[in-house]
């Protein structure tokens, strides 16, 4: 391990402005340089670190690579009244997600529940931005997607299933409800982030070569992730990875490629799936909605346990990170902050 590392504040605007310069100086168009700078931003914003800034490295890497083509836009094919399917030629991720998003708005009016099923396509960050856009709309979301095989089977101790996330969004006010969750106990982006910290891990995260229980990044990165809740974890990551495989035409285990490593084609895949309330409940639509915050309200105003200031909704936590951080500027790791100035130098 090594020591704890310091950390300096940088305003968003400012980490935004270094993302986009030099993913537009590796070939990316402004557009889609701001859309990938904005997702990554986003994650340290809402206190994701592992989905931010520290994936910029790999990304330019990857395109020098070849693995990653920074102007791809993506292909959208409708195969279904309510099936979408999306070839994101092998470019950012964001840039297919929001393709994607904004095809399935168009349709799912008329067809009450909308499907897309991307491949060959780059991580897509966060799921919460992307859960947000769609709740902002009124309509409600559940995302999957798949990754690289980190975590160990409940019982075994060699990485064979992916972080595999799942997000769901439900409109309310003042705020959408947003659950943005990983079927891992951390994620490797996280992990990283301790290590560049200089911090240990929470008990239970992670394993190491040997299968025994670490909070050392660096054996962790050895070893594998530990499903969240152990078979009941490790029972949902497998059931989203076969069911975006089979509906998106992407690899299984450790077949998935293209979010960590710097040379392989990028083989995850990503499913998003749009609802409009009004297709099953018409004209009744507020008084449901009126309902749902009635009873998110009721969940953040219940008597809390010992020594827990208050409870909160999911949602609730990134969204206060986020604005403290807007006010503040976002903590960045010294030597992390340093490494991306010399990459926006360097002019990639």
């Known amino acids: 391990m090594t020591a704890a590392t310091t950390e300096l504040r940088v305003d968003a605007q400012r980490a935004r402005r270094l993302g986009e310069a030099v993913l537009h100086a590796a070939g990316a168009p402004a557009a889609h340089a701001a859309m990938q700078a904005g997702a990554l931003v986003e994650g340290d914003l809402r206190g994701r670190p592992s989905h931010g800034l520290q994936r910029l490295p790999t990304l330019v890497q990857r395109i020098r690579a070849g693995v990653l083509d920074p102007a791809a836009t993506a292909a959208l094919r409708w195969t279904g009244e309510a099936f979408l399917a999306v070839d994101g030629r092998d470019g950012f991720g964001p840039v297919a997600a929001n393709a994607a998003i904004d095809a399935l708005a168009e349709r799912v009016p008329r067809s009450g529940i909308a499907l897309a099923a991307i491949r060959r396509s780059g991580h897509?960050?966060?799921?919460?931005?992307?859960?947000?856009?769609?709740?902002?709309?009124?309509?409600?979301?559940?995302?999957?997607?798949?990754?690289?095989?980190?975590?160990?089977?409940?019982?075994?101790?060699?990485?064979?299933?992916?972080?595999?996330?799942?997000?769901?969004?439900?409109?309310?006010?003042?705020?959408p409800f947003v659950l943005d969750m990983s079927t891992a106990a951390i994620s490797a982006g996280e992990i990283i982030a301790h290590a560049h910290r200089g911090a240990t891990l929470p008990q239970?995260?992670?394993?190491?070569?040997?299968?025994?229980?670490?909070?050392?990044?660096?054996?962790?990165?050895?070893?594998?992730?530990?499903?969240?809740?152990?078979?009941?974890?490790?029972?949902?990551?497998?059931?989203?990875e076969l069911l975006v495989a089979l509906l998106s035409a992407t690899a299984l285990g450790r077949d998935v490629h293209g979010t960590l490593d710097v040379d392989q084609l990028a083989t995850k895949g990503d499913v998003l799936i749009v609802l409009d309330p009004r297709a099953s409940v018409g004209d009744?639509?507020?008084?449901?909605?009126?309902?749902?915050?009635?009873?998110?309200?009721?969940?953040?105003?219940?008597?809390?346990?010992?020594?827990?200031?208050?409870?909160l909704v999911p949602g609730d936590r990134m969204r206060g990170a986020r604005a403290r951080r807007q006010r503040d500027g976002i903590p960045y790791p010294a030597a992390l902050w340093a490494q991306l100035e010399r990459l926006e130098e360097s002019d990639v």
């Open 284 to 311: 009744a639509v507020a008084s449901v909605a009126s309902r749902i915050d009635d009873y998110l309200d009721e969940l953040r105003a219940a008597p809390t346990a010992p020594g827990v200031p208050a409870v």
């Open 204 to 240: 239970g995260r992670a394993v190491d070569e040997a299968g025994r229980p670490t909070t050392d990044p660096e054996r962790a990165l050895a070893g594998a992730i530990s499903p969240f809740g152990g078979a009941k974890g490790y029972g949902l990551g497998v059931g989203f």
């Open 124 to 175: 897509i960050g966060m799921l919460a931005p992307y859960l947000e856009r769609i709740c902002a709309a009124g309509f409600a979301a559940i995302v999957l997607t798949t990754s690289e095989a980190l975590v160990h089977p409940a019982g075994g101790r060699t990485a064979l299933v992916g972080t595999n996330p799942i997000g769901i969004g439900v409109p309310a006010k003042p705020q």
